[in-house]
Structure formats: structure tokens, C-alpha cells
């Protein structure tokens, strides 16, 4: 089945460690996104690709990194310069051309610093 | 920020009755979107209304746009205890129609 996924679902971090989280999609999207969600807040936009090679940063950038080589992968690493880091990270995508504009989630992952 | 605001922030009804939520955003857009998260899971996409369009239909759904008031409502009728997650709007950047902004959500609780 067509879809993203997101690995790990839970991870625990110790500070000062960098960690990479992994964003798969085999729905041929053009477009891929990371956004942070804390505890009965809304979605933060971290980082946006709209094309491989190429990727803009969202409203809350800082201490993060992406890479987008490959059209089905976009990662994120949360560096240790990321100051609360703690959060649930969804990752996104979206057809580009001709779309709708809907965005289709992966299932999240859950990041924890000790 | 061009970020949405839904309002009421959590709401509690009986299973049957219906459910109102509104969204409030602050600059132009091309389209607005709604999404449904269910604790601890992704969001799915519900309906998406065009800037040009005033109320749209989807099952149980019924979505309404007034631009010049820059705000939203969601209605879902004789909900259920599965209807029972946040829901959030999102809304596009004008000058960027892949880069979308959320609310904060409202949290619907349906009791059976």
C-alpha cells in the first residue's frame, strides 16, 4: 500500500547526541515536510522540500538538518544545538504539480531526551 | 505567523449531537484545509476548501469559508464516539501554495 513511514516510532536520546529520524514515501510526491508537535500544541513547520536536491526552512529551523537525495527520503537530525528537542516529529508529503494541496502524514515518532 | 487559530480549544459532547469548531487565520490564502488526529497517531486529511468556495459537503462533514473574515467553521453531525480526536485547520501561504500552517487544534471528546 501506497504510504509514509516514519523509524523509529520511539526514541530516547541523551543529551548532546545527535539523532536521525527516517522519512519514507512511496506515494511519487514531489513535495516532503517535518513538523514538531508539543504536548496539546498545534503542528511547527521545521524544514519543506518541494524537489529533490533542494529544501527550505520552516518557522523553527534551528538545530535541525535535512537532506533530500532520493525523492522517496527526506531525514531529519535533530542536533545537539536543538535546545528542547523532546516532541512528537510528524513528516508530511504532497503532490506538487496539479495538486490539491492535501497532505498525507506518517504515523509520527516520538523523540525523548534523557 | 500566518498560523490558524481553532477555537473552542477542547470540546465535550453526547454521542448524536453535533459538533461546531472554528478556525481563524490572519492573511490570504489559497486554500484551507482540515485534518483529524487521533492521540498519538497522524493526521488525516477530512475536506479541503477552495478560497473561492463558501461551504463544502463530505459525509457528516459540512465545511464553510468566509475570506473576509478570514475564518472557518467545521460541523460534523450526530457524531459518534469514533469521531472522538483533535481537529486541526491548515491553511497555505499565498505566496507558497506547498507551505502550510496549522492551528493549535481542538480537541472533541464524544461520549457515548
Known amino acids: 500500500d501506497g504510504g509514509i513511514t516514519q523509524s523509529p516510532k520511539y526514541l530516547f536520546r541523551k543529551e548532546g547526541q545527535n539523532v536521525t529520524l527516517s522519512c519514507e514515501q512511496n506515494?511519487?510526491?514531489?513535495?516532503m515536510y517535518w513538523y514538531r508537535q508539543d504536548p496539546g500544541q498545534g503542528l511547527r513547520l521545521i524544514y519543506y522540500s518541494q524537489i529533490v536536491n533542494d529544501f527550505q526552512k520552516g518557522d523553527i529551523a534551528e538545530g535541525y538538518s535535512v537532506s533530500r537525495e532520493k525523492k522517496e527520503s527526506f531525514p531529519l537530525t535533530v542536533t545537539s544545538a536543538q535546545k528542547n528537542p523532546t516532541a512528537f516529529y510528524l513528516c508530511?508529503?504532497?503532490?506538487?504539480?496539479?495538486?490539491?494541496?492535501?497532505?498525507?502524514f506518517g504515523e509520527g515518532s516520538r523523540l525523548t531526551v534523557l | 505567523s500566518q498560523q490558524g487559530e481553532e477555537d473552542p480549544q477542547a470540546l465535550s459532547i453526547q454521542e448524536g449531537e453535533n459538533a461546531t469548531m472554528n478556525c481563524s487565520y490572519k492573511?490570504?490564502?489559497?486554500?484551507l484545509q482540515w485534518y483529524r488526529q487521533n492521540s498519538g497517531r497522524g493526521l488525516v486529511h477530512l475536506i479541503l476548501?477552495?478560497?473561492?468556495?463558501r461551504e463544502k459537503h463530505s459525509g457528516r462533514l459540512r465545511v464553510t469559508l468566509d475570506t473576509s473574515k478570514k475564518s472557518s467553521s467545521l460541523l460534523i453531525t450526530a457524531s459518534r464516539a469514533a469521531d472522538t480526536a483533535s481537529y486541526f485547520c491548515?491553511?497555505?501561504?499565498?505566496?507558497?501554495?506547498?507551505?502550510?500552517?496549522f492551528g493549535s487544534g481542538t480537541k472533541l471528546n464524544v461520549k457515548p
Open positions: 508530511a508529503s504532497s503532490q506538487r504539480q496539479g495538486s490539491t494541496g492535501e497532505l498525507f
Open positions: 491548515a491553511t497555505d501561504a499565498w505566496v507558497n501554495f506547498n507551505k502550510f500552517y
Open positions: 506515494l511519487n510526491h514531489d513535495a
Open positions: 492573511t490570504s490564502i489559497n486554500n
Open positions: 476548501i477552495r478560497s473561492n468556495e
